[in-house]
């Protein structure tokens, strides 16, 4: 059972999607389509920079003769733990059609590439498991992360307060005093408290001067 969880380590802490970042496409029988830019910045809070904790390497573009399809292939490293891994990934996509050429086909295969070389890693599992065809669960996990913002802009200014405030605070939203509902008072309430405690800290400065 350890050695389950181990191996998926990686995989349940991105395998969650913040629907925000993803839209409803009505073609090729319909599907869910992710912000690629979403996953590029999840990719490096879970890896390092791009180029220094993952990234895209050797690629290579090869055209299907006596055809406008072009293959794309490369290699997805990245850095996770005390591990290195590296996956190959591929995809491939029409650069004309009727005499009409795409100048962004490259773009675009290299995104469906890695696209799908982050899904196999666990990245946005539940859109690509069929789990945001259930609105039920869609609508489950946007109240994840409406959950998950609001107790970080509020953390954001508590982990400022001193200690005995700051524990306030982290007992009240422990009890469910502050919610997603009111949080904006208590924000407010807590910038007023940092203002005082700066203040008390220069005065008390000043004196001991």
Not at 94 to 109: E, I, Q, T
Not at 122 to 136: E, H, I, R, T, Y
Not at 161 to 172: V, W
Not at 177 to 195: D, G, Q, V
Request: aromatic letters at 10%.
């Amino acid at each position: 059972m350890a050695k389950t969880t181990k191996n998926l380590a990686l995989w349940d802490s991105v395998s969650t999607t913040d629907p925000q970042y993803t839209k409803k496409v009505n073609q090729r029988g319909g599907f869910t389509a992710i912000a690629a830019q979403s996953q590029v910045k999840k990719a490096t809070e879970v890896f390092g920079i791009m180029g220094h904790g993952w990234g895209v390497e050797d690629e290579k573009f090869t055209v299907v003769e006596g055809t406008t399809m072009v293959l794309y292939t490369a290699s997805l490293w990245y850095k996770f733990g005390n591990s290195n891994g590296s996956i190959p990934i591929n995809s491939s996509i029409k650069y004309g059609a009727n005499g009409r050429y795409d100048d962004d086909f490259s773009k675009k295969v290299s995104t469906d590439a890695l696209t799908k070389g982050l899904s196999k890693l666990g990245f946005n599992a539940d859109v690509f498991m069929g789990l945001f065809d259930d609105n039920k669960y869609v609508n489950q996990v946007k109240e994840q992360f409406v959950n998950n913002d609001w107790k970080d802009l509020l953390n954001q200014v508590i982990k400022k307060l001193p200690s005995t405030d700051k524990t306030k605070f982290d007992n009240a939203i422990t009890a469910g005093t502050i919610t997603s509902k009111n949080y904006k008072s208590y924000i407010k309430r807590a910038n007023e408290l940092l203002i005082q405690s700066e203040e008390a800290m220069i005065e008390a400065k000043n004196n001991n001067g």
